[in-house]
């Protein structure tokens, strides 16, 4: 239980900070990510990610998990996840969303991990 607190409070902090980052400073954002055409739509997945990460936090401050959460932090983590994947693939965002890509592999991973020792 101890290590799926860890795990929401680590995912939940990445995502704090990932997310709230175009909100306070669309311009160093652009500087690291690129030019984006659609500052509105950048700012929305950045709320978007930020209630993800408070969720997450509460769940971590609380010292519970309920399987909903556990499903929002991986199913979350796989998409961003897809999403750096692909769309570097197809050349519509910069290589350097895979940095990105590789905590969210990690975050799926674990998650992946900790259901199946559940299981057992």
Do not use: C, H
Request: charged fraction near 15%.
């Amino acid at each position: 239980m101890e290590q799926i607190r860890w795990l929401l409070l680590i995912q939940g902090l990445y995502f704090l900070v990932t997310g709230v980052w175009p909100l306070v400073s669309m311009r160093t954002f652009e500087a690291i990510t690129g030019p984006k055409t659609d500052d509105w739509l950048v700012k929305t997945v950045g709320l978007l990610v930020t209630v993800i990460a408070v969720v997450l936090l509460w769940e971590a401050w609380q010292n519970r998990i309920v399987p909903e959460v556990a499903l929002l932090a991986a199913g979350s983590a796989a998409v961003l996840l897809a999403v750096d994947i692909v769309y570097v693939a197809k050349r519509v965002i910069r290589p350097v969303y895979l940095l990105d890509a590789l905590p969210e592999a990690l975050f799926v991973a674990a998650w992946a991990l900790a259901w199946m020792l559940r299981l057992r």
